[in-house]
């Protein structure tokens, strides 16, 4: 009995191995170069550097910025579409949900473009609003990865919860605020981690739009055109260590079905 | 009343998403050279030159053989990489399943300069063998295989494999012949989710890709700012086609899905 579970096990090596080569290895490399010079001596110069300069904090702030505010705008949208959808009484509600999520698969770049024409012909100069276009770009991009957990996890509110809170007095909207919404949390969570992160690096959108970008990602784009593999290591782990403790945070809500995207097929 | 404002609401968020791609879709049969310009006939001429242009096709053809390989690849890693940590003891398990997060929450471009600083700066592979892209897909889609195969091993009754072990099955026999039918359809999940992952790459592909091949996000990218018209009315047509593929697929999965929980209720 015991020898056939360890065979079993064993199968797991390949992956192992591969995650340790190809997933471990990376973040121990970009720890070395983020605090290493070119000569490979160590140093702090390259945090010191983006910590000191006002144009690298000004984007980091930009970035938070743009991210925060983006990520509001998806959750204003897609919060209602869920909740219209999960509560309604269509029959085929999940071919409707379909509808909505469908660009996903999609390649972004395509749907970027085809939403610079469009917004080209309302605007005229895309560069005039940056900030705005950057929202819209944003928005237009990861809007179904808000709409799809959000929907999962107001598809499984019970409803008798609701009519009781109802038959207690509730109006409708402390029903909303005291029982849809907290219920609906770990969506809320799994939706802005699928929208925040990317806003903060997916410089390519700003890119295509209006050919500038002055978000995080865009100084791994910048140090990688440069060969500046330092300074690049550097910006990754810092938005390593954002990212850490945004999933630190995000993991006390964590609800595993509403999870990892595009997972509907 | 109250209805019409749900139904007014769906209808205006459906249409910021599908507006900008109808509009183009609609364009990309006309001679027009921008969106809002003057059409003077209906033409197949982007059609035409989307398989015409050698350069397109290619790029068209290779980003769908990178795709489908490493998705390929990635499942198999991944489908043994599941089965194998479901029955390891707690600490590599835990292990694992950590590692195989690394990749989900990470940005893709942390992901993507990370792999190539290890493999094209450190260990000096060449760019154009296609190793370090190859490595960097399958990193990106791997993990996502294994999370859709997961679920699929916990419901799965374990007392089947030990029954056809009774019975006289080698390990190996009952690998294959009860363990992984029973997790094909997370298999096939995960290789379709990987697969997506894969074509709607830009930040990992243009990290790692030899300098002279191009995906469709890092082609279209470069298009956009270039000049040439052709080109750019040509991607129009490909988003369309793309648009039209995506949406067959889905209503066919669908269909599929729908037909087999049918049969399932009927033997029920």
Redesign the interface.
């Known amino acids: 009995m015991k020898k ?2 360890f ?10 191995v ?3 080569l ?6 121990f ?2 720890v070395y ?1 983020a605090f290493t010079n070119g000569e490979g001596n160590f140093t702090f110069a390259n945090f010191v550097g983006f910590f000191s300069s006002t144009n690298t904090l000004g984007t980091l702030l930009y970035s938070f910025l743009l991210s925060i505010v983006t990520t509001l705008v998806c959750l204003i ?1 897609a919060y ?2 869920a909740y ?2 999960a509560r ?1 009484n269509f029959k085929k509600k999940y ?2 949900l ?3 999520i ?10 970027i ?6 917004l ?2 309302i605007e005229g100069n895309l560069a005039a609003y940056p900030f705005f276009n950057s929202v819209i770009g944003m928005t ?1 991009d990861f ?2 990865f808000m709409i799809l957990p959000l929907y999962t996890s107001l598809l499984k509110l019970d409803n008798s919860l609701l009519e009781a809170a109802a038959d207690l007095g509730g109006n409708k909207f402390t029903v909303f605020l005291r029982i849809t919404l907290p219920l609906s949390i770990p969506g809320i969570v799994s939706g802005v ?1 699928m929208v925040l ?2 806003s ?3 410089y ?1 959108v700003l ?2 739009l209006y ?1 500038s970008t002055y978000i995080m ?1 865009s100084l ?2 910048s140090y ?1 055109s440069a060969y500046d ?1 330092n300074n ?2 550097m910006i ?1 782990l810092v ?2 260590i954002i ?1 850490f403790l945004v ?1 630190l945070v995000t993991n006390r809500f964590s609800d595993k079905d509403t ?5 509907v ?1 | 009343m109250k209805k019409i404002f749900r139904i007014g609401w769906l209808v205006i968020v459906l249409a910021f998403i599908y507006v900008p791609i109808l509009v183009l879709a609609v364009y990309s049969f006309t001679d027009a050279s921008i969106v809002g310009g003057g059409i003077n006939s209906f033409s197949f001429e982007n059609y035409i030159n989307l398989f015409k242009n050698e350069e397109l096709r290619n790029m068209i053809f290779g980003t769908l053989l990178l795709a489908l390989i490493c998705a390929a690849i990635s499942t198999v890693l991944a489908t043994f990489g599941a089965i194998g940590t479901f029955y390891s003891k707690r600490l590599p398990k835990a292990l694992i399943n950590s590692a195989n997060q690394v990749p989900v929450v990470n940005a893709d471009i942390v992901t993507g300069f990370s792999v190539c600083i290890l493999l094209i700066v450190i260990l000096r592979v060449d760019k154009d063998t296609f190793i370090p892209l190859g490595i960097g897909h399958i990193v990106l889609t791997a993990p996502f295989v294994y999370l859709s195969i997961l679920p699929k091993l916990k419901q799965m009754d374990n007392s089947l494999y030990e029954a056809a072990l009774d019975l006289g099955a080698t390990p190996a026999q009952a690998l294959f012949k009860v363990v992984i039918p029973q997790l094909i359809p997370g298999i096939l999940s995960g290789f379709m989710l990987a697969v997506t992952l894969s074509l709607d790459d830009y930040f990992i592909t243009t990290y790692t890709k030899p300098s002279t091949f191009d995906t469709i996000s890092t082609y279209v990218v470069n298009a956009t700012k270039g000049s040439q018209t052709e080109i750019k009315t040509a991607l129009w047509a490909l988003s369309t086609l793309i648009f039209v593929i995506v949406i067959a697929i889905v209503i066919g999965m669908n269909l599929l899905s729908g037909k087999k929980k049918g049969a399932k209720n009927d033997k029920i």
């Open positions: 056939i579970r065979n079993r096990s064993q199968l797991c090596i390949p992956y192992a591969f995650l340790v190809f997933v471990i290895a990376p973040l490399v970009i170069y949208i209602p579409t219209i959808l309604s071919v409707l379909l509808l909505f469908l660009p996903m698969w999609i390649n972004f770049t395509l749907r473009t085809a939403l610079k024409e469009i080209s012909v237009f809007l179904p981690t992160l990317p903060m690096t997916n390519v890119d295509m050919n990602g791994i784009g990688f593999w690049g290591s990754s938005l390593l990212i999933t999870n990892s995207r595009g997972a097929l």
